[in-house]
């Protein structure tokens, strides 16, 4: 069975501060793919980074990077530097391949709020 | 690029009424996704449209919930008649074709149902 795993429930830092955003996946498939969404005040669900399961290489965009270790089958991450606009929920998910008849549905974890105190 | 776009943004209701929520996807987009959070807990998945065809209800709760596609364009999901645990926030997405792989899906910003 799929399932992602968002420990973290609520987190609070101190504009500046590095945090980082845990989460782990159980899939018993070989090929699959990681998402992150952010999810501000206003409601909406922003996407912010997708990645298969044979690109294991870490993605740094900005302030943010991800670190995708399938050993360990997490996919965990970072903001440095953080500013009150990070402020949200953010969610991980997890996709199987999608081979045609079949349906992409993304499974998600719980979120963790993000608190970014001025 | 308009994006998803999701009415009303709030309905409050009365326990067995009716309630229909819309959803226009992002044009051109084929796939047409449903999804519900219920008070903290995780984001499920309803069903998937391709265009006007259902490719999967599975997460839809019980025959209360009925979905539409009519002409592959907006969607519409109706809850006849809503019940307490029908409250939450259904959000929808919407992505474009793909036969292999994946598909990267866009959220609206959702509608939050409050059965009273």
């Known amino acids: 069975a799929q399932k992602v795993t968002q420990a973290q429930t609520e987190i609070s830092v101190v504009e500046k501060e590095d945090v980082t955003l845990d989460c782990v996946y159980e899939?018993?498939?070989?090929?699959?793919?990681l998402f992150w969404y952010k999810q501000p005040p206003s409601g909406e669900l922003v996407f912010l980074i997708r990645?298969?399961?044979?690109?294991?290489q870490n993605e740094i965009s900005g302030r943010y990077s991800w670190n995708f270790q399938k050993s360990t089958s997490s996919f965990n991450f970072t903001i440095t530097a953080s500013q009150v606009v990070d402020s949200a929920v953010y969610f991980c998910a997890l996709s199987e391949a999608w081979y045609g008849g079949a349906t992409n549905k993304l499974i998600f974890g719980t979120g963790t709020l993000l608190a970014v105190q001025p | 690029e308009a994006g998803v776009t999701q009415f009303p943004s709030h309905s409050v209701i009365e326990k067995g009424q009716t309630v229909t929520l819309r959803c226009d996807p992002i044009?051109?987009?084929?796939?047409l996704y449903w999804y519900r959070r219920v008070m903290g807990k995780e984001i499920k998945f309803l069903l998937h449209?391709?265009?006007?065809?259902?490719?999967?209800e599975s997460g839809m709760p019980n025959n209360r919930f009925l979905a539409e596609r009519t002409g592959g364009t907006y969607s519409t999901l109706k809850v006849q008649p809503a019940e307490l645990e029908d409250s939450g926030v259904y959000f929808c997405a919407s992505s474009q074709e793909t036969t292999t792989g994946t598909d990267t899906q866009y959220f609206g910003p959702g509608t939050r149902l409050t059965v009273l």
């Open positions: 899939t018993r498939d070989t090929t699959y793919y």
């Open positions: 990645r298969n399961s044979f690109d294991e």
């Open positions: 449209f391709v265009k006007e065809s259902k490719q999967d």
């Open positions: 044009s051109g987009h084929d796939n």
